[in-house]
């Protein structure tokens, strides 16, 4: 936890932020999309799996599902950038807590928009394998934000920060608990 701390507490400079940039849009928006496309369809075949694809429908949702959760995810980028001084990526933390924007809805938009536009891709292409590959990204991501992110958001940003947690959704905008 203290390296995060420590991250926090740097400067970001601007050959830092181009590079996790760099890095981030070669891997999210990119790689990950390409290999749900061509190479996990390939993981279905060759294991004698059938494909899920039924012809428009599959293509109308998953557009509407990347549309929805890259805009989610794109929103957030943005957010983290204008208004609180960081990226998305742990190594270069916003310096403020962000309450505002798709932080509003919930306290991770920029998982629910990706594991959203993610799973619209494996919808499109119809590939069991992908829509699993998704899954396990998305625990693995979740696993991350409870194990890890929320205990370093606690240290850096104490109560005002765990106001925000009693308030807010996790990932999914709906309150979910026993009416009052």
């Not at 996790?20 to 190479?39: E, H, K, R």
């Not at 959760?69 to 990526?89: D, E, K, M, Y």
């Not at 594991?115 to 992908?130: L, M």
């Not at 899954?135 to 925000?164: C, D, P």
């Amino acid at each position: 936890m203290n390296k995060f701390l420590k991250w926090h507490q740097q400067e970001h400079s601007t050959k830092n932020e181009i590079l996790a940039f760099t890095v981030g849009a070669l891997l999210f928006p990119t790689s990950i999309p390409l290999c749900l496309i061509y190479v996990l369809p390939r993981v279905d075949r060759s294991l004698g799996i059938g494909s899920f694809y039924g012809g428009v429908w599959n293509i109308l949702l998953g557009i509407l599902m990347i549309l929805l959760g890259g805009t989610f995810a794109i929103w957030t980028i943005v957010n983290q950038i204008r208004l609180a001084s960081g990226t998305p990526f742990p190594m270069l933390p916003t310096k403020k807590l962000l309450v505002s924007g798709p932080f509003l809805y919930c306290r991770n938009p920029m998982t629910l928009g990706t594991v959203a536009a993610y799973a619209g891709i494996a919808v499109w292409v119809g590939s069991w394998s992908a829509l699993f590959a998704v899954a396990v990204f998305a625990a693995l991501l979740i696993a991350y934000l409870k194990l890890i992110e929320e205990k370093e958001l606690q240290m850096r940003f104490g109560e005002e920060y765990l106001e925000y947690k009693k308030s807010t959704p996790f990932i999914l905008p709906i309150k979910i608990g026993r009416a009052k």
